[in-house]
């Protein structure tokens, strides 16, 4: 387990590291961190790299919000998998400034939650799950240039992407390939081809 001095020499380079599942600890670090880059630089770009099996759609919401939110771009790496919430923040990055790497498998789907007690509260339970379902998929929409419909069809069940599929369906803007890695801020010459494969 890396130690807290790695992420934090990281996030020095103005690099954050969301390797685990989404969770409200994490995310609440993750939102400090994106604000705090921004308070101290407003007009260099944010790295967020991802290798998560997603997690909880509201810590997930936080993080979205504060991309949104904070002055910089915010750059995205997807690195290993970058699966539901993981997908999702990873297409939220800065349009043209998200990427991939060669073989990190990304995985879309419609979000789950099991619900028990009486049955007004399984009815309230199922309406939150449905909404949210419409939320995402309108977001997903809005990141890939895909329709709501299309989306809410491809997310139905379980659909997993290679990096190759993430770019032509609009997840990601670039992938990184050998010997022409991406630390922070470099483009490699094959950017221009993987925009042309779009």
């Excluded at 949210?132 to 491809?154: C, F, P, W, Y």
């Amino acid at each position: 387990m890396l130690g807290d001095s790695v992420y934090q020499r990281l996030l020095k380079s103005r690099i954050i590291w969301l390797g685990s599942e989404v969770k409200q600890e994490n995310a609440n670090e993750i939102c400090a961190q994106l604000m705090l880059l921004a308070a101290e630089d407003p007009d260099s770009d944010i790295y967020l790299y991802i290798n998560s099996p997603g997690g909880s759609v509201t810590a997930g919401m936080a993080i979205y919000d504060t991309m949104q939110y904070v002055q910089p771009d915010v750059v995205t790496v997807g690195m290993g998998m970058a699966a539901s919430m993981g997908q999702f923040l990873l297409s939220a990055g800065t349009k043209g400034k998200r990427y991939i790497t060669p073989h990190t498998r990304v995985l879309m789907h419609q979000p789950s939650g099991g619900a028990g007690g009486v049955a007004a509260d399984i009815r309230i339970n199922a309406d939150l799950i449905l909404a949210m379902k419409r939320e995402l998929s309108e977001l997903n929409a809005e990141h890939t240039g895909k329709s709501v419909e299309q989306i809410l069809q491809d997310s139905e069940r379980d659909r997993w992407f290679t990096a190759q599929e993430a770019l032509e369906y609009g997840f990601v803007d670039h992938i990184i390939q050998p010997s022409q890695a991406m630390l922070k801020g470099e483009k490699s010459d094959s950017d221009n081809n993987a925009e042309g494969d779009r």
